[in-house]
């Protein structure tokens, strides 16, 4: 059941599947006006909160999928280019940039509180190597467990932290810290956020709360979990089946489609429920 008025939406990550959410969401919009008092969003869901907030998200599908149509490849070994073996970073980044642009960081900035997940590697001078054996213990988890909460990689040295992306957009870094929060090594190398390597906050948590966490809750899912928590006031909405976008699959603009229009099948299903 969809909750008619939450005080809290969170964004859950997801990559490219992310995308499901701005179906969703945009779907819902025809029947539900949504004033949240919070909001969080975690690695690609930190990039469809931004989008949804700044109410821009059709702007963010149309130009990722128009990123997407000069790629046929994601990874290339014996024929790199300026984006090195895979575009994905500079191709997100770019993207990001577009989307989020001075009237959308200037509604985020005055909007409802707004905070992103971003997680930071131990110190072991080497960033990558120790984000990508990170990122692999998250994986196993992920399997493991059945949950968008876990807590595997914090146990290896991994520090997660939510930002104030109100403030961050007033200073004029929000879209910095949506690229911090999609950091997925080795195909993204980690940047600094305030001189400190960042990598994915979804490695931490797939659904962070806000901080305060009060009242009721909708979580937007990515994929289903077979363990959710039973939480009073928190409901998660999850596809009906899983998208046909990958995670980070940056070849094929269609399945990013699709996964909109499964978004939107999704919430119209959920409404008459």
């Not at 949240?36 to 149309?62: C, F, H, M, Q, Y």
């Not at 190597?129 to 876990?150: D, Q, V």
């Amino acid at each position: 059941m969809i909750p008619t008025d939450p005080d809290q939406i969170v964004f859950s990550g997801g990559g490219l599947r992310c995308f499901w959410q701005g179906g969703f969401m945009t779907e819902l919009a025809r029947t539900h006006s949504f004033a949240p008092k919070r909001i969080t969003g975690v690695s690609g869901g930190a990039l469809a909160g931004a989008a949804w907030i700044a109410d821009v998200e059709n702007k963010l599908l149309e130009t990722m999928c128009e990123a997407f149509e000069t790629r046929d490849s994601n990874l290339d070994l014996f024929s790199a280019d300026e984006d090195g073996i895979t575009p994905h970073q500079r191709l997100y980044c770019d993207v990001v940039l577009t989307v989020l642009d001075t009237a959308a960081c200037e509604k985020i900035a005055n909007g409802p509180q707004f905070q992103i997940l971003i997680a930071h590697p131990p110190s072991t001078g080497l960033p990558t190597l120790t984000g990508t054996a990170l990122a692999a213990a998250y994986e196993a988890e992920l399997h493991a467990i059945g949950s968008p909460h876990f807590n595997w990689a914090e146990k290896m040295g991994l520090e997660a932290h939510l930002v104030d992306a109100n403030q961050a957009a007033r200073d004029g870094k929000l879209t910095d810290l949506v690229n911090a929060a999609a950091v997925i090594p080795p195909v993204f190398e980690p940047p600094l956020w305030q001189d400190k390597r960042v990598v994915d906050g979804g490695m931490a948590d797939q659904a962070p709360m806000p901080e305060p966490n009060e009242g009721v809750t909708l979580v937007l899912l990515t994929r289903d979990y077979k363990r959710l928590p039973e939480v009073a006031g928190r409901h998660y909405m999850s596809p009906s089946k899983e998208t046909p976008a990958d995670k980070i699959d940056f070849t094929d603009p269609q399945k990013i489609r699709d996964t909109w229009a499964q978004g939107e099948r999704d919430a119209r299903q959920y409404r008459q429920e």
